[in-house]
């Protein structure tokens, strides 16, 4: 079964600062998409950015980008000039191409808070 | 557009009861899931439906869950009779369709309590 973890519970950094969530997942599927989605205390999930499996070029969403590393099973996020707003529950998600197609898995979620 | 609508926001109900939770999905999205987050588990896909019928329920933890989606534009959540351990948020999202690519659109929650 396809599995998510991301092994950071919590996340620190200062505002205007760079900061890299750590995502790993485990799957035998060779096309899938990830995805990173934002929790602020509003409880809303808010989309971030998504990866297609099968594109090697690395997604890029304004301040945010990721680092994906297929054969590593590896996709953390890269939040570049940090600001306040930033701070949120940060949710890595994966979704196969097949099969299941609605099933969305997500990790156990990374707490960033972001000092002024 | 308002986006996904839940109701209501917070429910707080007695152990036996039974619990429903609303949703509106997005106008033209076809594809609706339901989730549940709790601490010790995280966001767990319950139930999903595409077309108004539903595609995959192995997610839904016993037979006291159920799910209905009568039109495109309204599904519900159902817990008879509640426990305790069913206290969490409950969220619902909807998309365009089940693609993989597709983005799903999630709701504000309902946070259920079961005393």
């Known amino acids: 079964a396809q599995t998510v973890t991301q092994s950071q519970p919590e996340m620190s950094v200062q505002e205007a600062e760079t900061v890299t969530l750590s995502c790993t997942y485990d799957t035998s599927e060779s096309d899938y998409y990830l995805f990173w989605y934002k929790q602020p205390p509003s409880r809303q999930m808010i989309l971030v950015i998504r990866?297609?499996?099968?594109?090697?070029q690395n997604a890029t969403e304004n301040r945010f980008s990721v680092n994906f590393q297929k054969a590593a099973k590896s996709f953390s996020l890269k939040i570049s000039d940090s600001q306040l707003g930033d701070a949120a529950m940060y949710f890595c998600?994966?979704?196969?191409?097949?099969?299941?197609?609605?099933?969305?898995?997500f990790g156990k979620g990374t707490k960033l808070s972001v000092k002024p | 557009d308002a986006g996904v609508i839940q109701s209501p926001r917070h429910e707080v109900t007695e152990m036996g009861q039974e619990v429903t939770l609303r949703c509106k999905p997005i106008?033209?999205?076809?594809?609706l899931f339901w989730y549940r987050q709790t601490m010790m588990r995280g966001l767990e896909l319950l139930i999903y439906f595409n077309n108004n019928v539903p595609i995959d329920d192995s997610g839904m933890p016993e037979d006291r869950f159920s799910a209905k989606m009568p039109n495109a534009s309204f599904s519900t959540l159902k817990i008879q009779p509640s426990e305790p351990r069913d206290s969490a948020v409950y969220f619902c999202a909807s998309s365009t369709g089940l693609a993989r690519d597709n983005e799903q659109f999630f709701g504000p929650g309902t946070r259920l309590t079961v005393l």
């Open positions: 990866q297609e499996a099968y594109k090697q």
């Open positions: 998600a994966y979704t196969e191409y097949g099969g299941s197609q609605g099933n969305l898995i």
């Open positions: 106008s033209g999205h076809n594809s």
